[in-house]
């Protein structure tokens, strides 16, 4: 109810604003002010006495993670050199992902070996050592050298990227500085606004921006995290065990993006992870739909490794490369805090969506769990032809760059996208890469 929605609506409420406080007092106190916030929320759920107050502590908590949910990607994407940025924007879901497996760890041995009458509050204070620490880490963390070039420290900048790149790389440093100035130069003659969000120039940005991780939570992850201990409790498997097994197969499978996010470029992961989810949504609600898993073992068994396979696809995919860091890459320096905000929120509003709308679709006078999953399998088929042709690939590129990726009228950008597929492809005898490309 109420407590599950207060964290939501205290995330959705805190992205924007969250961006806008990262351009106008920095990258490093933002993410600072969100870990007191967290640590306050944490505290004032452990101390509850009653449910208005825990509804209270939830939406604080919910605050601070709108805060560092859309500042943190920033702060990372900007302190990253270009060509390990996607690994170590991927950290952040790994991270993730590994908190909500030692959360229900946690859980799991607070209830079985404690199981006291306030043993949750055990498990809800845990979250205020986290924040101890994670405040504690950020004392030791310099301030974004790019937000300080921007606003005016240039010395301070370059002493901070000299810290972080090392004494042996002037000659990329020098290069890296250099690049920064010439953007910043160029953004001390532009007056950025939330108007100029909105504007034609950056529609094209805005909508990749906040499109591929909006449609990320739509990709059916929330609905199977939510609900796959009842499909599973139904084949007479136990569902907190398997839901286990899926934490522990989010978490692995994240490794993949961290290696491969900057090797084998965003737009490959993007649409093998697609098409994979895509299959496993599919092939998941034909066999619901056609036969009773909860009588039949080879249907059963299907249905575990397709929920697996998806699992799989979501996280070494569109879980970090979606997430976070095509949104943290995408947009202009001079407006990339409030954009992220926006794009933060998009993404916590759709987390409200799906968890409103999966009750409803899952009911068996509705939709029932296969055409809830044909419902986000749809998400995924739209998303296919958006990344292949609107998205285009951002490994390696600098940040200072990056406005350069969407400045072509539309067709020009849809061609462009359609000839870097076409290069990707092998070639086939009597055919042209840029034959495809050209139609278009």
Same mark, same amino acid.
């Given at each position: 109810?109420?407590?599950?929605?207060?964290?939501?609506?205290?995330?959705?409420?805190?992205?924007?604003?969250?961006?806008?406080?990262?351009?106008?007092?920095?990258?490093?106190?933002?993410?600072?002010?969100?870990?007191?916030?967290?640590?306050?929320?944490?505290?004032?759920?452990?101390?509850?006495?009653?449910?208005?107050?825990?509804?209270?502590?939830?939406?604080?908590?919910?605050?601070?993670?709108?805060?560092?949910?859309?500042?943190?990607?920033?702060?990372?994407?900007?302190?990253?050199?270009?060509?390990?940025?996607?690994?170590?924007?991927?950290?952040?879901?790994?991270?993730?992902?590994?908190?909500?497996?030692?959360?229900?760890?946690?859980?799991?041995?607070?209830?079985?070996?404690?199981?006291?009458?306030?043993?949750?509050?055990?498990?809800?204070?845990?979250?205020?050592?986290?924040?101890?620490?994670?405040?504690?880490?950020?004392?030791?963390?310099?301030?974004?050298?790019?937000?300080?070039?921007?606003?005016?420290?240039?010395?301070?900048?370059?002493?901070?990227?000299?810290?972080?790149?090392?004494?042996?790389?002037?000659?990329?440093?020098? =290069?890296?500085?250099?690049?920064?100035?010439?953007?910043?130069?160029?953004?001390?003659?532009?007056?950025?606004?939330?108007?100029?969000?909105?504007?034609?120039?950056?529609?094209?940005?805005?909508?990749?921006?906040?499109?591929?991780?909006?449609?990320?939570?739509?990709?059916?992850?929330?609905?199977?995290?939510?609900?796959?201990?009842?499909?599973?409790?139904?084949?007479?498997?136990?569902?907190?065990?398997?839901?286990?097994?899926?934490?522990?197969?989010?978490?692995?499978?994240?490794?993949?993006?961290?290696?491969?996010?900057?090797?084998?470029?965003?737009?490959?992961?993007?649409?093998?992870?697609?098409?994979?989810?895509?299959?496993?949504?599919?092939?998941?609600? =034909?066999?619901?739909?056609?036969?009773?898993?909860?009588?039949?073992?080879? =249907?059963?068994?299907?249905?575990?490794?397709?929920?697996?396979?998806?699992?799989?696809?979501?996280?070494?995919?569109?879980?970090?490369?979606?997430?976070?860091?095509?949104?943290?890459?995408?947009?202009?320096?001079?407006?990339?805090?409030? =954009?992220?905000?926006?794009?933060?929120?998009?993404?916590?509003?759709?987390?409200?969506?799906?968890?409103?709308?999966?009750?409803?679709?899952?009911?068996?006078?509705?939709?029932?769990?296969?055409?809830?999953?044909?419902?986000?399998?749809?998400?995924?088929?739209?998303?296919?032809?958006?990344?292949?042709?609107?998205?285009?690939?951002?490994?390696?590129?600098?940040?200072?760059?990056?406005?350069?990726?969407?400045?072509?009228?539309?067709?020009?950008?849809?061609?462009?996208?359609?000839?870097?597929?076409?290069?990707?492809?092998?070639?086939?005898?009597?055919?042209?890469?840029?034959?495809?490309?050209?139609?278009?």
């Amino acid at each position: 109810g109420w407590i599950t929605s207060a964290f939501m609506l205290g995330c959705f409420v805190a992205s924007p604003f969250a961006g806008y406080c990262s351009d106008r007092f920095g990258r490093w106190l933002t993410v600072l002010a969100g870990t007191v916030i967290f640590f306050v929320g944490g505290a004032m759920q452990t101390g509850a006495n009653g449910v208005e107050l825990m509804i209270a502590g939830r939406a604080v908590s919910g605050i601070s993670i709108g805060v560092l949910s859309t500042v943190v990607p920033l702060y990372i994407a900007e302190v990253s050199p270009a060509n390990l940025r996607g690994s170590l924007v991927t950290l952040q879901q790994l991270g993730i992902t590994f908190g909500i497996l030692v959360a229900f760890c946690v859980n799991l041995f607070v209830e079985r070996v404690v199981g006291s009458t306030w043993d949750w509050r055990i498990s809800l204070g845990a979250q205020c050592v986290i924040a101890l620490f994670m405040g504690l880490g950020m004392l030791f963390m310099p301030e974004s050298p790019r937000y300080l070039a921007w606003k005016g420290d240039t010395d301070q900048a370059r002493a901070v990227l000299r810290k972080l790149r090392g004494s042996d790389q002037e000659k990329k440093l020098a =290069a890296e500085i250099a690049e920064i100035e010439r953007d910043v130069q160029d953004l001390k003659m532009q007056k950025s606004s939330w108007k100029e969000l909105f504007s034609g120039k950056l529609a094209l940005t805005m909508l990749v921006g906040i499109f591929i991780p909006t449609v990320s939570q739509f990709s059916g992850i929330n609905a199977i995290m939510l609900y796959s201990a009842t499909i599973f409790n139904d084949m007479c498997l136990s569902g907190i065990a398997m839901t286990a097994v899926i934490g522990v197969v989010n978490f692995l499978f994240t490794f993949i993006a961290v290696f491969l996010s900057d090797k084998s470029g965003r737009k490959p992961l993007l649409l093998t992870g697609a098409t994979g989810m895509l299959l496993g949504l599919v092939a998941s609600a =034909a066999i619901i739909w056609t036969i009773d898993y909860t009588t039949n073992k080879s =249907a059963a068994n299907g249905i575990v490794f397709l929920i697996m396979f998806f699992i799989a696809n979501y996280a070494s995919t569109w879980g970090a490369v979606a997430s976070w860091i095509v949104p943290s890459e995408v947009f202009p320096m001079r407006v990339r805090g409030k =954009a992220i905000g926006l794009a933060t929120m998009g993404n916590w509003l759709a987390n409200v969506i799906v968890a409103f709308v999966t009750p409803i679709l899952i009911r068996p006078d509705v939709a029932d769990v296969s055409g809830t999953f044909m419902f986000y399998a749809c998400f995924m088929f739209i998303a296919i032809p958006f990344v292949a042709f609107l998205l285009p690939e951002t490994k390696g590129v600098p940040l200072e760059e990056m406005e350069e990726k969407f400045s072509l009228p539309l067709k020009e950008h849809i061609r462009n996208n359609a000839s870097e597929l076409c290069r990707r492809r092998p070639k086939t005898q009597g055919s042209k890469p840029d034959d495809f490309a050209n139609k278009l």
